[in-house]
């Protein structure tokens, strides 16, 4: 299995950073997890595209994890020469962004059925509503998901793929808690959302420190990395962006925690997960 870094990115815009989405790469095809800002530019980039996806699985319904949903359904859409259903995989709400995003579609999907006459279906997705357990099993890959904390957002998932003998987790946004623990238990990888807390409190802007209630820092992600026995830690959703060349300094917080292996995403970074141990 490969991961993939689409967007290393947060809700606040950055020239180099899309927003959060990972591809991993396996044997039944391309799995995304989240899809924020410029997700498909990154899959392009990627050699990877919508029509390909195996599966889209989302962490939770906050807008920067999902702001390109409806670009993922329509470019599968008018890529594919057949009903081609988008297997979504999200927590309770996830029927309902659904709707909402095929919503504000509405018009497109006229126009352009009335413009091509060999495109005579809508968009097609399937939902499956999921905070636990077993949600994609074929071949030797498997998907589970399992509880996070992010609160107040609730309820919201992580999600761990099993496969050629190798695992990784995508934590998505949470702090640290016993669902993630599950998951991560023995994992190869952890791609984990992280927040520099040294950074963003003193600034003492409101706004910003509310963030720190629901997110882990880059020490919390490294404490949870390090219980459960994790391989290698990947950091993303760096808040804020790294200065270039300051990547050294989040490495060196995870490491007074973690004795595995430290990696700071950016943008189309490719991992092979494999068992290091
Ligand atoms: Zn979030
Ligand atoms: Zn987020």
């Known amino acids: 299995m490969q991961t993939i870094i689409l967007g290393s990115g947060s809700p606040l815009p950055d020239a180099e950073r899309a927003g959060p989405a990972t591809l991993v790469r396996t044997e039944i095809g391309d799995l995304l997890f989240d899809c924020g800002r410029g997700v498909l530019m990154r899959a392009a980039a990627a050699g990877s595209a919508a029509g390909a996806l195996r599966g ?3 962490t939770h319904l906050h807008s920067d994890h999902t702001t390109d949903l409806n670009d993922v359904i329509t470019s599968r859409w008018v890529t594919s020469f057949q009903p081609h259903p988008l297997l979504i995989f999200g927590p309770a709400g ?3 962004l659904l709707r909402a995003t095929e919503a504000i579609l509405e018009l497109d999907i006229g126009y352009r059925m009335a413009h091509h006459a060999d495109l005579r279906w809508r968009p097609t997705a399937e939902v499956t509503e999921t905070e636990c357990g077993v949600v994609l099993e074929e071949a030797s890959v498997r998907v589970t998901a399992g509880p996070t904390d992010h609160a107040p957002v609730r ?6 793929v099993d496969g050629g003998g190798a695992s990784v987790v995508i934590a998505g946004d949470t702090v640290p808690c016993p669902g993630l623990d599950v998951l991560c238990a023995g994992a190869d990888m952890l791609v984990h959302t992280v927040i520099r807390r040294d950074l963003i409190a003193p600034i003492g802007l409101p706004r910003l420190t509310d963030v720190l ?3 882990s820092s880059v020490e919390d992600a490294a ?3 390090a219980r459960a026995g994790v391989g290698t830690l990947v950091l993303t959703h760096l808040v804020p962006a790294p200065q270039p060349g300051s990547e050294d300094e989040w490495v060196e917080l995870a490491r007074q925690h973690f004795s595995g292996t430290v990696v700071v995403a950016r943008d189309l970074l490719a991992l092979d997960v494999a068992p290091e141990r």
Do not use: C, E, K, N
């Open 56 to 58: 889209l699985f989302l």
């Open 155 to 160: 309820p919201t998932v992580g999600y761990r």
């Open 213 to 215: 209630d629901y997110h």
């Open 94 to 96: 996830t029927t309902w």
């Open 223 to 225: 404490q949870t990395a």
